[in-house]
């Protein structure tokens, strides 16, 4: 287990953290991802802290917070020590009734922190995200709840999931600007089949030293190697009952098609490669996997020692390249000469020190 900065920061976080999503469940949508309880939620836990992780990622809705307290009571069952993981959870998600009980105002945002720390027993959370973003509160004040959270030491760091590149530019810019604590980190989609997110997030976490936590990283399933073009509902994967996030069909397939032959030269899984792509790749921090079972956190696990090769890595993104969009095919276009320029600087760098 390699750890790995998270963004600029000093904290080091495992490159595979431990999701929390399927503890829990209890009825509707959580239910159909997962309903572990107490004793199978520690047994994951205890494995994956064997195995290196020292990441552990919940929020407040999920499983309506039963997700929290199951894991805030498998820390103190396995003796974990408190200065040995870093906990991260979110808020943002409905967990209260009327128009207050949800958003990013400070209104909200102060008590749903309040009532994480309690319901996972700690007295501080080490990554506090917003989990999505509210176009009611002004950014400003968002930013100003989560420095104040962070003063008084209920916060050690914060960070934001699902939001555009444009919002998290303006939000850094906010906190630059007025001395706040600034986002360390980005939870968002990110796979092999779904690289939307190189188009526009990538380059600006790269640029501005944002970590990148990756959740779904298996695409809901999809990329588990038991769906296929025939029979997508093979085993009894979440996708069977709850289908997201939304896949590109056509090009998931052709992705899976081109991660099978990889996984067969290396003896390991479709789901390792998947993730193993993941691992290869410089914007990632982090990436969550969420499973039900010991043996699926086994092979999840294993992914950080498949080693990909060039020939591996230009296989998958033949199959899985984004098409060409405004106006990333204009800096393609107008951008060539300079980047030439650039690349035989390096050379020269490289051909003087060698």
Aim: hydrophobic residues 40%.
């Amino acid at each position: 287990m390699r750890y790995n900065r998270l963004g600029t920061t000093g904290l080091f976080v495992s490159e595979l953290s431990l999701g929390t999503m399927t503890f829990g469940g209890n009825g509707g949508m959580w239910e159909k991802i997962g309903s572990l309880q107490q004793a199978d939620a520690e047994a994951l836990v205890r494995a994956a802290i064997e195995a290196g992780v020292n990441f552990i990622d919940t929020a407040d809705v999920y499983a309506g917070g039963v997700s929290e307290q199951i894991t805030g009571q498998a820390l103190k069952s396995l003796g974990i020590k408190r200065d040995e993981i870093v906990i991260a959870t979110k808020g943002f998600g409905e967990t209260g009734k009327g128009p207050n009980g949800r958003g990013n105002s400070r209104y909200h945002l102060i008590e749903a922190c309040k009532a994480s720390l309690t319901r996972l027993g700690v007295d501080h959370i080490d990554l506090y995200q917003i989990h999505g973003f509210d176009a009611a509160t002004p950014i400003e004040e968002t930013l100003r709840a989560l420095d104040t959270l962070v003063q008084h030491g209920h916060v050690r760091y914060i960070g934001v999931s699902n939001w555009a590149a444009w919002q998290i530019m303006k939000a850094l810019g906010i906190s630059e600007r007025l001395g706040l604590a600034s986002f360390a980190s980005l939870q968002a989609y990110y796979t092999v089949a779904g690289r939307d997110l190189e188009r526009e997030i990538v380059p600006m976490l790269l640029s501005e030293g944002v970590g990148l936590m990756v959740w779904s990283p298996l695409a809901g399933g999809f990329l588990s190697g038991k769906y296929s073009r025939d029979d997508e509902a093979k085993g009894d994967g979440r996708r069977a009952a709850f289908d997201f996030p939304p896949v590109d069909r056509p090009r998931g397939h052709a992705v899976i098609d081109a991660m099978r032959p990889i996984a067969e030269a290396h003896g390991v899984s479709v789901a390792q490669i998947a993730l193993a792509w993941l691992l290869h790749q410089p914007v990632v921090t982090s990436v969550i996997v969420g499973v039900k079972r010991p043996d699926q956190l086994a092979d999840n696990l294993a992914a950080t020692r498949v080693v990909l090769g060039k020939d591996d890595l230009a296989a998958l993104d033949a199959a899985s390249k984004l098409p060409g969009e405004y106006p990333g095919w204009m800096f393609d276009t107008q951008g060539v000469y300079r980047r030439e320029l650039m690349a035989a600087q390096k050379r020269q760098v490289g051909q003087c020190r060698s």
